[in-house]
């Protein structure tokens, strides 16, 4: 067993490195303790230091027991929570002290110790849940992304137990089906979001231990809400006692021009395979020890293309490891997804690998992102200047499995949040907010939404302050959290808005060059169901809007944006309306989206 691990871990072909190398508690020669193993080919004189030995470099030294660079020692009599590291000489004939690369937990910033943590044996009661789980693709996912946090902040960090205790009750009253837990894996820059981590098998002790964060996702579970983790395996924390240069050598990173990314972090080498098996190893742990029901890829741009740029050429050796990846998981998971972060072209992202895909589930469709904020910013009088912003999705959408995000990486950095974005004044923002995100929910494809976007802040997401949640007693910012609502319901409950969206013969465009009005229209079709889809994207306002149908009959209004409990001007259509001649003729409000649900179909002889 050992020999087989150690040689799957050389190969890159190892998913569960994660069982053999780190702290286990074990039992031998009917002693209790726990047995350290390290992977660190050019190191010397190997020991562990902790607490439980008074940081004595000669009272636990390591054996080197296999020729490629594995050192393991048996301690006895320790327990939970004890702080360790590992001392060594290395390549460069310096003693440093290092984490343990497969640490289960780690003392919290600034102190950089790991820590021990018997991971076994959590109690779940979540089966209902992974038996009846799959990868979603003909099922409503409305992901609502959360920095844990800062989505409910105290005066000190509130453990993964109590923001369970708030967060599950949430989730389930707005209607959102999964949540995606930004990075979690212990970091010491809070700033950083977790995306530059130094511990890739610890959970961020800030907010509690493992078994914590197992009862997390395992009451998510209980509740029917499905919980994404988000991985970032481009790049790692710089600082020195952890995984930056661990034996001497570039045993993680690149040892080239290309060791330092674009964020000043250290770049994997994933053209190298114990890299390869450690990274893999690290996001199948997730799956199997916190039962993740989808692992969201960061940065996938950066894994295709040298410095994410698809100038400086395809990285082989990245694109070779996200194929194994992905191939691995479903060949081990096959009800769990993952899903990229991809701002690039690269095709197949979504194809499987058998036929010459990456692999993924699904493709966050940051183009779309990118037009459609870019659309709803324009002044009206100039909208029919970016018509093409709002029509270019469908040219290229059935090319992968897309997931339309509405992100954290929008709402940070000086580029405003959902609302500011919007063009207008006060009341106008807020109109076409609410367009906005009927347009998200109504367009083919998943849906994501970060935290706090329900509250349409004038305000940036801040990681060191909490959401604002006193926002919720103003009407307008009160009336989005409703219309989210709504439309997660709305979503759930017709399926022609979710099952078989990536089959191009569900969708069509009923008016798709008006750019004078800038108006547009399209109906979604499954079965006997058929919804239509309208947009107004100006101020003007139309008594009388003729929408073509392909389906004779009646049709009544299920959702207009205009409501007055959405904070609109309640120009809806009340009563269900029929057609004449290919339309229906609608009241269209201004700025307004709204949802017509064909109820009763002509009886034409």
Request: charged share 20%.
């Amino acid at each position: 067993m050992a020999f087989g691990t150690v040689y799957d871990y050389l190969m890159g072909q190892c998913t569960d490195a994660y069982h053999y190398f780190g702290a286990h508690f074990v039992k031998q020669n009917n002693q209790s303790g726990v047995v350290f193993r390290l992977y660190a080919p050019m190191a010397n004189d190997v020991s562990v230091i902790g607490d439980f030995n008074n940081w004595d470099v000669g009272a636990h030294k390591m054996n080197k027991i296999d020729d490629s660079g594995v050192w393991e020692v048996f301690i006895p009599g320790l327990y939970n929570y004890q702080s360790y590291k590992y001392h060594f000489k290395n390549a460069r004939g310096q003693y440093v002290d290092k984490i343990d690369p497969f640490a289960f937990f780690c003392e919290i910033a600034p102190n950089t110790c790991s820590r021990l943590f018997d991971i076994e044996n959590f109690a779940w009661h979540d089966k209902k849940h992974l038996k009846n789980r799959d990868r979603n693709y003909d099922k409503p996912m409305s992901i609502y992304e959360m920095h844990i946090g800062s989505w409910l902040k105290r005066d000190r960090f509130s453990s993964y137990e109590e923001v369970a205790d708030e967060l599950i009750p949430y989730i389930k009253g707005m209607g959102f089906t999964h949540i995606e837990l930004m990075p979690i894996m212990a970091h010491p820059f809070v700033g950083s979001w977790g995306y530059q981590a130094t511990g890739f098998y610890s959970v961020d002790p800030r907010y509690g231990n493992p078994f914590q964060l197992m009862s997390f996702v395992d009451r998510c579970h209980k509740e029917g809400i499905g919980v994404i983790f988000d991985f970032a395996p481009v790049h790692f924390a710089t600082d020195p006692w952890a995984l930056a240069e661990y034996d001497g050598s570039c045993l993680f990173e690149y040892s080239n021009e290309h060791r330092v990314s674009q964020w000043g972090s250290l770049q994997f080498d994933l053209g190298k395979d114990p890299v390869r098996s450690f990274l893999m190893s690290a996001i199948h742990f997730y799956i199997d020890y916190f039962h993740a029901d989808g692992i969201r890829i960061d940065a996938v741009s950066n894994i295709l293309f040298w410095n994410g740029n698809k100038n400086d050429g395809a990285n082989d050796g990245a694109i070779e490891f996200i194929k194994r990846l992905n191939g691995k998981i479903h060949y081990l998971h096959n009800d769990v997804m993952m899903i990229a972060e991809d701002s690039s072209d690269f095709p197949g992202v979504t194809k499987s690998t058998e036929s010459g895909g990456l692999g993924f589930d699904y493709k966050w469709d940051l183009g779309w992102m990118n037009d459609t904020l870019k659309y709803y910013a324009d002044d009206p009088i100039y909208k029919k200047y970016d018509h093409n912003k709002l029509t270019f999705s469908m040219a290229y959408f059935y090319s992968d499995n897309f997931l339309l995000p509405f992100s954290h990486d929008e709402v940070v950095h000086g580029k405003g949040t959902l609302l500011n974005k919007m063009w207008g004044d006060y009341y106008q923002k807020f109109a076409f907010l609410r367009n906005l995100i009927s347009y998200q929910f109504a367009h083919p494809g998943k849906k994501l939404n970060f935290m706090g976007n329900e509250f349409a802040s004038f305000d940036e997401w801040n990681e060191n302050k909490s959401l604002p949640w006193n926002l919720k007693q103003f009407p307008a910012h009160d009336s989005i959290c409703r219309l989210y609502h709504d439309l997660n319901l709305i979503y759930q409950n017709h399926k022609a808005m979710y099952y078989q969206e990536y089959n191009p013969e569900r969708y069509k465009w009923l008016i798709v060059d008006n750019k004078n009005d800038s108006v547009f229209a399209f109906t979604r079709r499954v079965d006997d169901e058929v919804l239509i889809f309208v947009f107004n994207m100006t101020p003007n306002y139309y008594e009388n809007f003729g929408i073509p149908v392909e389906v004779e009959g009646e049709y009544t209004e299920i959702f207009n944006s205009d409501k007055d409990i959405y904070g609109g001007a309640n120009q809806y259509n009340g009563l269900p309306v029929g057609s004449f001649g290919g339309f229906v003729t609608i009241k269209l409000a201004s700025m307004g989206a709204l949802i017509l649900k064909l109820t009763k179909k002509a009886n034409i002889k």
